[in-house]
């Protein structure tokens, strides 16, 4: 049973820093790649940063040399540092976890569907 719970979320001032973490219950870190997405009102969720089952990261263009996302396999954690928040950072951050990642991950790691487990969210809001 895979529950993942976040945590860290808050009202900070531009150029101010959070880090979030997911608590991930059930899951296998060497089997099991993990993501951070997020979802503003009114638009789309989108992916923010992603790691593989091997350790491989990934992160999108808009949060690079800001977003650092980092696992604890020994207190299944998942983290996600986040530095120089801008307004746009603002949004509901979820956390996310694919049971069955593929060879491809790289190709897919920002895709919502390809994630089977989700958290219920932490709200980051940068003013």
């Known amino acids: 049973h895979v529950q993942l719970v976040e945590s860290g979320g808050g009202s900070v001032q531009v150029g101010e820093s959070l880090r979030l973490s997911c608590a991930a219950s059930?899951?296998?870190?060497?089997?099991?790649?993990m993501g951070w997405f997020r979802q503003a009102p009114g638009k789309e969720r989108e992916a923010v940063a992603g790691?593989?089952?091997?350790?491989?990261?990934a992160s999108t263009d808009s949060v690079k040399g800001r977003f650092t996302i980092s696992r604890d396999v020994a207190n299944n954690t998942l983290y996600l540092q986040m530095n120089n928040l801008k307004p746009e950072d603002s949004a509901m951050y979820y956390c996310?976890?694919?049971?069955?990642?593929?060879?491809?991950?790289?190709?897919?790691?920002?895709?919502?569907?390809?994630?089977?487990?989700w958290g219920q969210g932490t709200q980051v809001t940068v003013s």
């Open positions: 790691v593989d089952f091997d350790g491989t990261r």
């Open positions: 996310a976890a694919d049971s069955s990642p593929s060879g491809s991950w790289r190709l897919y790691w920002a895709q919502a569907r390809e994630y089977n487990y």
């Open positions: 059930g899951v296998t870190y060497s089997r099991y790649s």
